[in-house]
Each structure stands twice: as C-alpha cells, then as structure tokens.
C-alpha cells in the first residue's frame, strides 16, 4: 500500500464532466484526496475478499455492493465496490469518498482508504462487528440484545456523531438519510453513523438550501419532502424518528395500529395522554431507567417538531440528555400524515437555527398553514408535493434564497395549505419534489441523489 498519488485522475477517469461545476468538484477533491490514508490495490482487495466471493457480502445499495475482507495484518475491513452500471452510485461514490476523507469521530465510520484501478472503484471502511443497528431493533429474535443501556448508548452517541457533522467538522454536513439501517454498532457496540452517498455540504451563511429531495420514507423531515428546503434541521428530524424507534422497538415506516397512523402519531398521543411510558418496548422492562426513557421520548418529539424552527439544533440535544424531564421544554405536534400545524416565519439570519422555514422573508407573525394526508402508512409509497393556488409575493432585499424557495414571504394573516399525500403503490419509492416535475425509483425505500 502506497500514500495516494494521483488519486484524483484515476477516480475520475471513467467519469465525463462538463461544467464548471463540475471542474469545481474536481477542484475541491484534489485537496481533500491529500487526506486519505491509503491507496488499496485491487490485488489486495481481491484477495481480502476472496475475489468478492458471494460468501462475504454484507449487502447492497444504490452505490453497489458491499464485501467483508480481512487483510494481511488481520485488520478486518468493508468494502464497497462501485457497481458498473449505476450512475446514481458514481455520484454517491464521488459524494462520499468526497466528505469522508476529512471526517474523523468516534461515532462516524472510519474510511480506511480507497482502491481506483481501471473501471474498478472502491472505497475501503473499518468493519464494524454487529452490522446495523435495524438488524438488530426490527428483529424479533434479536432485538433482546439491545438492552436499555446499549440502546440509550446508542442514542446519545448517534446525537454526538451528529453534532460534529454539524458544528466540528471541517465544513457542515447534512447526512439527509439517518435511519437505523444506516447506523452500525462496532464490538463495543458503540454506534457510528455510515452511508454518506446523499450527504450535502452546506453554506454556512445561509438559513437553508433548495434541493431535490432525497431521503428514505419515514425519516424525512416534511418541509424538505414538501418543499426540497434542506437544513441541519431535517438531520434533527431523521434523528428524532430513530430515537423514538429505538424506545419503541417498532419501525416508523411500517408501523401499524387500529388507532394511528404512524409511530410519531402513536407516541405523541399518549405523549398528551400522559401514557407516554406505555411505547416503551416491553423487552426493556428489566433494565431500562425510567427517567431516562421520558427524557428520550420527550426528546424524540422535539427533535420531530412538524415545525422546523421549533426543533433544536444537535448541541442542545447533547445537553438535554443530561437533563432532568422537569427542565426540558414542551413539544408541539410532530410532522405526520394527517397532522395539521400553523408554522411561524421567523425574520432572516445567518443562524442556522432559522432553518427549513418556508418562507423567504416576513414579519415574525407571517404564517403558513400545513397538512400533512395520508392514504396508507405502508413503507412502499409514492409521495407527490402540491401548493396552495399562487398569490402576489412579497420580495425580501438581501436574500437570494428568498427568490428559491418554494414559499415566499407573504403578509401578516396569509396563510397556505400544504397537502402531503402517501399512496402504497410498490416496493420502490419515488418523490416529485416542488422543484421538478420528474423523479426516478430507487432501490431500498430511498430517494434518488439529484440535489
């Protein structure tokens, strides 16, 4: 193995580019490629591998598959090889091997390396011993292995990795896929966060940014889903939903119960109720600490807030796990089919914790109302965006992303109403996001990459 030469040119060779967009990509790769700790040959993987015997392969996604290896030092590694046919996986590839070369915590995956050899393109990870957290949680056979203390491990350990992504690494990165499948647990069973084929880097002056939508249904905050509008504050969300699946042991995107329609409806209500111990999975009757349970189920609602301004950032969650449930604040409805909620516009800032509102600009007391209708709870679906019949907007001066997003600024009292609407349709889920009319499947419930 070799320190990386060239690493650029030979990742790229199979790729054509033809912006400056694009030759701005290359750019910014180049300098982040110093950073990465080893250059695999593919003769190294190859029999790390045993040339990518079925026998050793952990799974699969939109980027390709994934393999076990073992080197000759002993060191264990996964390996993800760059399926021949996926365009979407050449833009996960360049994604992550893009973010994850400057990444360094404890609660993110390690990139060992990479391997760019002919049409051969792979990206080399530490193994992690006990998979994904779904693996385990959604497993009746299994799910007994995750005690109450393992589980709340793994939930302020999640909430660290997801502050340093936020606020400590070299720029701010929103995952835009926190789900429990994308969560793995190492011998220790410390959690770390993986899969960063949909991350985005994000401007750190502005409130918001304007994409496609990408994501897997369940996890996705529903201004980003409705509106494409992204901030750190749709990562809260995805947490949010975890956290509450982790108390639970029940699955958010395939829930099922003769009253409510989705998991976040379920706990809310008996939130409300003052029932909110009666989610608590009943495997964790003997280890978990009552306290802690009603702090993480308190949390869970605030992180999902169907309003984004309302839900805190990933440093005050840190804080409020260390807090008593007497000091944290109320939570307001959380965003789920059916839920209707009045949304306040807060005044433009650089702060990011305006993020994900709606509107370009306005009065604090600018307001939009949102309905969130629901067909079918099943985790295969179609989600389809529709707004409120146009209105004269108001411009809001100094702020271009005003002109992008999907609902400007309007005067005091103005209100719209947002319909977001699940149909069961097939295994494959697709999303027609405010920004474009088209979309295309993906494999695994997820959202394809375009933004």
């Keep these: 193995m070799t320190k990386p030469s060239g690493f650029l040119q ?52 939109g980027f390709g598959p994934v393999y076990k290896g073992k080197l000759g030092d002993g060191r264990e590694i996964a390996v993800k090889r760059l399926s021949h046919t996926s365009n979407q996986g050449k833009k996960e590839f360049m994604n992550e091997a893009k973010l994850l070369a400057k990444v360094q915590h404890r609660n993110v995956v390690n990139l060992l390396g990479y391997c760019a050899q002919g049409s051969e393109k792979l990206l080399v990870y530490e193994y992690v011993v006990n998979e994904s957290l779904d693996k385990l949680l959604f497993n009746a056979g299994r799910r007994a292995d995750l005690d109450w203390k393992r589980r709340y491990d793994v939930i302020t350990g999640v909430a660290r990795g997801l502050l340093y992504l936020h606020e400590d690494s070299h720029s701010v990165i929103i995952h835009r896929d926190i789900k429990a499948s994308n969560i793995l647990l190492d011998d220790k069973w410390c959690p ?70 989705s998991l976040l409806e379920w706990v809310w209500k008996c939130y409300k109720k003052e029932r909110k111990l009666e989610v608590m999975d009943p495997i964790l009757a003997s280890t978990a600490i009552i306290e802690q349970v009603e702090i993480c189920i308190q949390i ?73 209708v629901s067909t079918s709870t099943t985790k295969t679906a179609t989600i389809s965006t529709r707004t409120s019949p146009r209105r004269t907007h108001r411009s809001h001066a100094g702020s271009s992303s005003a002109a992008r997003s999907s609902g400007p600024g309007v005067s005091s009292g103005d209100s719209s109403s947002n319909t977001f609407a699940t149909t069961s349709l097939t295994k494959t889920a697709t999303t027609s996001p405010p920004t474009s009319p088209r979309s295309h499947s993906h494999s695994h419930g997820k959202r394809p990459m375009q933004g």
Excluded: W
Excluded at 31 to 44: D, H, P, R
Excluded at 235 to 243: C, K, M, P, Q, T
Excluded at 311 to 340: A, C, D, F, I, N
């Design 300 to 372: 869970g609602l605030l992180c999902t807030q169907a309003d984004p301004n309302l839900r805190p950032k990933m440093r005050r969650v840190v804080v409020m796990l260390s807090k008593r449930p007497g000091t944290l604040e109320e939570p307001t409805r959380p965003g789920y089919p059916g839920s209707r909620y009045k949304r306040t516009h807060r005044p433009h800032s650089n702060s990011l914790s305006a993020a994900g509102s709606s509107g370009g600009g306005g009065s604090s007391e600018d307001s939009s109302f949102n309905t969130f």
């Design 10 to 61: 030979n990742l790229m060779k199979p790729f054509k580019f033809h912006s400056d967009n694009d030759s701005q990509k290359e750019e910014d790769l180049e300098k982040i490629a110093s950073q990465v700790q080893k250059n695999f040959s593919l003769e190294t993987l190859v029999s790390a591998t045993r040339n990518f015997h079925s026998d050793h392969k952990l799974g699969e996604g």
């Design 192 to 261: 770390k966060i993986a899969d960063f084929g949909m991350a985005r880097l994000y401007p750190e002056d502005q409130t918001h940014i304007n994409t496609r939508v990408a994501g897997t249904n369940g996890y996705m905050a529903p201004e980003y889903v409705m509106h494409g509008q992204l901030s750190v504050k749709a990562d809260v969300f995805s947490y949010g939903v975890v956290l509450l699946e982790l108390i639970t042991g029940r699955k958010n995107s395939n829930f099922s119960h003769a009253e409510y329609q």
